[in-house]
């Protein structure tokens, strides 16, 4: 039986949403959570009035203040959750986002804040920064690979959908890879060389290359 949709699930969505596209559309939310955009909607309109959302003048939704304080509690616990999972336990890495959508009901402050000691990282599996508890969370100056030119280290993977990070991953643009980019006639080339030195290149769709950050580097591989 599918666990209940809570009201942490759907500020977990719209935040995950805002931080890799900018907006949360309420189909992409309803897609996130599995649910038909009828319900999203009925739900979204009971946040509206309880003053942890908005729909904005784009037709889109947006976390008030109250919203987003209380969105930074669960993606901290997610995140902990994360890094419970992959670091301590050895879930693979690709799997731990949709385990830690059960987990993190489950954890309290006082567990996170072992967790946190215990992992000792500031950032999830997946190079999201974890707010810390008093909801400060870091800001990066990385950017959508679909912008990067050149070489570049890849820092984080800003939409965990299991889809997504099984692409990742498999692609090898995990956080910590050093990539080489350019504009091709076709799309998006990568370069990446691999342990033994070889370079191997791959395309990408625009559609990854917005949700992988890299950090430009200097010299080009």
């Known amino acids: 039986m599918q666990p209940e949709i809570t009201v942490e699930d759907y500020l977990l969505a719209m935040y995950e949403l805002l931080e890799s596209h ?4 309420l189909s992409e939310i309803a897609q996130i959570l599995e649910i038909a955009p ?10 509206a009035a309880s003053g942890l959302v908005r ?12 919203g987003m304080g209380k969105a930074l509690k669960i993606v901290r616990k997610h995140r902990l959750a994360e890094l419970l999972l992959t670091d301590i336990l050895g879930m693979p890495w690709a799997e731990a986002h949709e385990e830690s959508r059960v987990l993190e009901h489950a954890i309290d402050g006082k567990i996170a804040d072992l967790i946190e000691r215990k992992v000792s990282s500031r950032y ?10 008093e909801g400060r969370v870091a800001q990066l100056a990385d950017l959508p ?4 030119r050149g070489s570049a280290r890849v820092t984080r993977i800003t939409f965990e959908e299991f889809d ?18 350019e504009q091709g006639p076709d799309g998006l080339r990568v370069r990446q060389k691999d342990e033994s030195g070889r370079e191997r290149e791959f395309r990408i769709s625009r559609e990854l ?12 591989l």
Do not use: Q, W
């Not at 037709?59 to 203040?65: C, N, Q």
């Not at 997504?164 to 980019?181: D, H, Q, R, W």
């Not at 290359?209 to 080009?220: I, K």
């Open 209 to 220: 290359a917005e949700v992988v950050r890299a950090m430009p580097l200097e010299s080009d």
């Open 145 to 148: 690979v679909s912008k990067v």
């Open 55 to 66: 729909k904005n003048k784009r037709g889109t939704f947006e976390l008030t203040d109250e």
């Open 124 to 133: 999830c599996p997946h190079g999201n920064p974890i707010p810390d508890k």
């Open 22 to 25: 900018g907006e949360a559309r």
């Open 38 to 47: 009828s319900s999203v909607e009925e739900k979204l309109a009971k946040m």
């Open 164 to 181: 997504t990070l099984y692409m990742v991953e498999a692609l090898g643009l995990k956080p910590g890879a050093v990539i080489s980019v």
